[in-house]
């Protein structure tokens, strides 16, 4: 993998630790696995990482990071839990952050709101968050987005906060956005690895998802092109994206990932000819009926 390449992945944990994905057939790596797939991925020099507490990811990568005594040197991403009541919000946010903190062992990069809906704390309380940058080792505050809508909403915010959104070859959408300069994270580059792997679906997702894995699979096929290095070469090339996180579960996927080349470009182009794109119904993955999040 080249060096501008690493700096740029963000390994996402989600699946490090529960079941997660549409592709995703063996459920969470054991521990051993874990600490094996994470040393390979810092050796190889992807030093940023995506976790938070629904995932149940930050203690072992703590751990991991910890024990390797590189915690001051790796880059965590972690998210705000949803917010249960908004009278109390700086008692809850405060508590999350100093528990996030603690089972991390280091600093935080960004702090992203899991939910876009609890963003709108930053617009009524911007003082709030102000100190609690100045308090805790945080660097920057964030917003996780599903929707152009929901950046829409913070628009007054667009330069000041980091924006995590999807984005692959089959969901264009926040293609051309520019947000943040230096603080755009996109995720869902795989599309919880359907765009990467050939089978092995989770036979509840909507049928026109399923329809559309299949086509999309069959023009690769033909073209005779590796579903990973399209992946990464249409990612690589979104100017606008500073970062991207890609959800992993076993090793072999990582130095899957580290050894596909890129495509070249003109290539890229003719087969992008010939792609399906993602169902407008199915842009979000809380709808594809599999208990999905967003990665």
């Known amino acids: ?65 910890g024990a390797h005594g590189v915690s001051d040197v790796a880059r965590i991403s972690t998210k705000l839990p949803g917010i249960s009541n908004n009278h109390e919000f700086e008692k809850e946010i405060t508590f999350a952050v100093k528990e ?30 102000q100190e609690l940058t100045r308090k805790y080792p ?15 909403d913070l628009r007054s915010l667009w330069g000041q906060v980091a924006f995590q959104y999807p ?54 096929r033909y073209h005779r092109v590796d579903p990973v290095s399209f992946a990464l070469t249409y990612i690589l090339n979104c100017n606008m994206v500073n970062y991207f996180v890609i959800g992993v579960e076993r090793l072999e996927q990582v130095r899957k990932i580290i050894a596909t080349p890129l495509l ?6 003719r087969v992008a000819a010939d792609l399906p794109m993602l169902p407008v119904d199915c842009h979000d993955p809380r709808n594809w009926g599999t208990g999905g999040s967003k990665l």
């Open 264 to 269: 070249e470009y003109s290539e890229f182009q």
């Open 1 to 65: 993998m080249q060096p501008d390449v690493a700096e740029r992945l963000v390994l996402g944990t989600a699946q490090l630790c529960k079941e997660y994905g549409v592709t995703n057939r063996f459920g969470p790596p054991a521990r051993r696995e874990i600490f094996d797939l994470l040393s390979f991925a810092w050796d190889s020099g992807i030093k940023r990482y995506d976790t938070a507490p629904v995932y149940g990811s930050e203690s072992v990568l703590g751990e991991f990071l």
């Open 100 to 129: 996030s903190l603690r089972q991390l062992g280091g600093a935080i990069d960004v702090y992203f709101f899991h939910r876009p809906e609890d963003s709108s704390l930053l617009l009524k309380c911007p003082e709030f968050f």
């Open 167 to 220: 984005l692959s070859f089959a969901d264009r959408r926040f293609e051309d956005l520019e947000l943040t300069p230096g603080r755009n994270y996109a995720r869902s580059v795989f599309l919880q690895g359907l765009l990467v792997s050939v089978s092995c679906l989770n036979e509840r997702i909507p049928q026109q998802l399923s329809k559309f894995h299949k086509r999309y699979h069959e023009v690769l």
């Open 138 to 152: 945080i660097e920057t505050i964030g917003v996780s987005v599903y929707s152009l809508s929901e950046t829409e």
